[in-house]
């Protein structure tokens, strides 16, 4: 485990935390050996190995090791077998998310920063001593500019859950200039099995389980953000 001041950090970056993941998911590995060899490393048996997996375990939540075995998290699942992209993508900022100091420092600088500004806003963040910081900023640049391509696909509030689907469909009414209908019914069951989402102009039915929501709000985000474009990127008829 890596450390500045009051935060900590993984010692992989998520692009490579990711394809460790989809190796994990495509080579079908159980075991601590297994992970091990995905990773490169002749065996599991050393403090390295440890650093690497507590990146894949404690602070991306991509993976779950107990006595030897591994297995991905429902997250993890999620990128090494994806619904869509746009879900992968999804998880993927979920995942980078879940690291406080990388998601503070996104908050602070956004995607596009100047250099100068970066060791300043670590200083802020982490209130490490000057000395730690002129030590660490290289190797947390790093992590942070390998992050941003993630970040950056994800909802400004941190994510969106299946939950949160007949809201999406509300915004997306009003933001075509539709009013939501006051006899709207929410979640209410007309078939066993199904959730039905009714309001005017809208009828979802969506299955009661985790991949069917999710591939839902996935396809549902991409209609949202059509319709939420700024009028001045909306392509001008004749």
Partial sequence: MAGIGREDYPQLTPSEAFEIVEKVGRENVKTANGLASVMGLKSPDSGYFYHQVSSLTKYYGLIDRAKGTITLTPLGERIAHPLSEADKSLARAEAVRRVTLLSSLYGRLGKEFHEADFRTTLRDVTQAPLAD????????EKLFRDSIRYLSQAPPTGGVTPQDIPKLLES???????????TAHQGRAHEAGFRTFESDGVYLKIKKDRDSLEEALATIQGWLKRHTEPEGKTETKH
């Fill in 172 to 182: 997306s009414e009003r933001a075509s200039g539709a009013s939501p209908s006051p």
């Fill in 133 to 140: 910081i002129e030590r660490n900023a290289p190797e947390i």
